[in-house]
Structures are given as C-alpha cells and as structure tokens.
C-alpha cells in the first residue's frame, strides 16, 4: 500500500480537475437568484465526501443556504475532531476588473484562478482531499472525524445560532478544526487565537415636528444635530478611550507573555500609514497599534445623518439626527451588556430640549478566544513547525467570525484555525486566486494534524 504522501503525489492532477469542478458553482449566498446554484454546491461537496468513503453523508435544510455533514466515527478512545468550511462565495462584481471570468477557473503560473479559489472553495476541498489519502492508504482515520460545511458564511451565518443548537447531538464533537483562514506569509505560519465581538446601538433624535426657518425659530430651542454631537462626544476622550460607565469592566487584562508574542509579529507604522492613506495613527494611550486593533474594544459612530445635503444652502433646523454606533468587544465582554450600558450611557447624557430614542442593532457577537495550551493548538504548532522549519506567530483578528462563537456556545467546542490561504490572493476582489503550492501542502497539513490529534 502507497503512503499517504505518494497517494497526493500522484492524484494532484485529478484534485485539481475536480477542483476546478467545484470552483465552477456560482454559489454567491448574497443573491438569492444563486440560491439554487448554492444548493448545487452542496451537492457536489456531499457527493465528494461520500466518493472518499465518509459515512452519513447529508445536506441538511437550514431555513437558509444548506449545510453538508458526514462522518467517520470508528476510532474508539480518540477525539471526535470536526473539520469547518463554506462552500458558499462572494459576489463578483466589478465583473469587468477581472482578467478571465470567475467561474471558469483556470490555472497561471502554479495558481488557480477563480471566485472562491481561496476563500474557502479550495480551503474546504483540500480537507477532504487529505482524508481520502488516509483512508485509502492506512485503511482508517487517527481520530473520528466529523464534517461541517457551511453554504452561509459571507452573509454572516444567519441561521447557524438556531441550526447548531438544534442538531447538538449530530455536531457534538470535541474540538473544531477551521478550513477557513490563512497563514501569515509563504514561509512564516500563524495561528489565530482571537477575533473580537461586535455590538451596536442606533440613537434617533428629535425635536420640532418639522424642519423650521434658522432665521425665523434660530437660537429659541435645541438643533437635534447638536444635540447628538454632545451625546457622541460624550462616549469617548479625546483620546480615543470610551467613557461609557463600566464598559472597560470585564475586559480581561492581557499578560506579559501575550504582549510579548503581540510584539514580536512584524509592524511597519509607515507601511501600515500608506497602506489606508491616513498621516498619522491614534488610539487608546499605552497601547501599541496591533494591540488596538486586536485585543482592545472600541466605540467608533459608522454613520450620521440629518439635516441638509444639497449643494448650496438650505437655511434650516432639521428636525431630527440619527447615528449608529458600533463596538469592537474583547474577551470577556458582554455583547448584550455592554449594548445595555451604551443605552443607559445615552440616555444619561442626552441634553434637556430633545427626544432621544436608543435601541440596540440585532447583529451582535461574542469576542472569541482559545486557550493557548488548547490540544488543537499544541497539534497545530507542531505540524506547523514541522513544516515550516519555524514557530507561528500568534496572533488575533480585530473582526468577528460569527461562527467560532456560535460553536463554543452551542457545541462546547474550540475552534482551531488551520487554513493556507496568503493575504495577496484577491479574496472577496476580482481574480480571486489560490496557490497550488498551499492547495498540496495544505493536504499534507491536514494529514500531519489528525495523526498529530490521534497520537
Ligand atoms: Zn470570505
């Protein structure tokens, strides 16, 4: 019997070819004229999963975009791993900025170009790809394997936080291994260790039942513009730290060990300066730019409106302002507590003189954190180490993904990433690309992992 490395080696061509096959789906989630394109995706990914001789293998409805399961479950003793990906895409427009069409994959220089090639379409398949290698050769898996493929995650998972709960016992596993992500460069890996949360308020203002003449009423009552200025600028020194009572409370302090590998990751502030066009950058004192960006919460207003637009002048005193402000939360902050301090906080500070109504936005996540001594990280950083002759930086996402939280409330379980995506492959942009170099050593990867899990 071949080994499992001689077993990638020589099907490459035939998993790029059904790569390919996979790639050509439209299955954008957002545009509900691809919902059957979607659904076709699922398909063909639980079609896959069965030709590589997993069991149980089905499309489950979700009141949304499917999601495909199957499993492997005879490895009595050993953990019960779930490998995580999307089969679902983001839209492509601008249509015309791409160089070949985006569903018509098709491979330039030792890369495959297409909607999805990277995010997560090639990602995904590549698991299945490395499980089929053990099967095929060593006749059984190191550990029991279930899979959770998504058709939701670009439009947020809408249905995963009442979908997941409801098939606890299908799902349950012992940890979650996330095909969804990258790694830092081609020769350095990392492991994402943190994301943080998100929640939001809406503040809608109002005074005079309708815009008035500024000659005719200016100076006798409150501009609600005005009004919610004072309110906003109440939330925040000047600075940048939040003056909302208590919303710093649970945030848990980060130790010295944890600021060390934050720093130890490369940062050029001119880089990062040119990068967004800004001349200079600020934030909460006494902490550097990544830690802002990662593992410090925010208070930034998203939008504004009222009053006059037009070009020239309008010489009047609208009625009503509006604003909605968001949160980046860190572990161990509340969504709903904090969006319940915001509301408290505006009210407190709205001025005498107008009708202030603040209410919190649906969206909203938990921030998300895995134990570094986590056994799925310790595997990871072996395999990882092993095959790139170094240690991963560790590092954290400033932005949420909705799914690791839903997976540890719902499942109990810790979501490890391990994924070969790199940051210049043109995901969610036109020509969308994925390496084949990180197509086979992300096979390689996933074989090392399991029997890393299993061992
Ligand atoms: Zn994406």
Redesign the pocket.
Known sequence: MPSWEAFLNENQPRFIDELKQFLRFPSISSLPEHAEDVKQAAEWVAGRLRAADIENVQVLSTGGHPVVYGDWLHAPDKPVVMIYG?FD??PVDPIDLWTNPPFDPIVKDNCIYARGAS??KGNLFLTILAVEALLQTEGSLPVNLKFFFEGQ??IGSPQMPEFLPGHKDLFACDMVISA?GGQWDQDQPQLTVGLRGLCAVQIDVRTARRDVHSGSYGGTFLNPIHGLARIIDSMRDSEGKILVEGFYDSVRALSESERAQIAEIPYSEQEFKEEIGIPETAGEPGFTTHERMWVRPTLDVNGIWGGFQGEGLKTVIPSEAHAKISCRLVPDQDPGKIADRLVAHVKRYAPTGIAVEVKPVESKADPYLIPLDHAGNKAAVAVLKALYGKDPYYIRKGFTIPVCGILLSALGAHTVNFAFSLKDEN??APDEFFRLRSFELGQRAYCMLLHELGG
């Open positions: 999307h895409v983001q995010d997560n995650e670009e969804d995901i969610h």
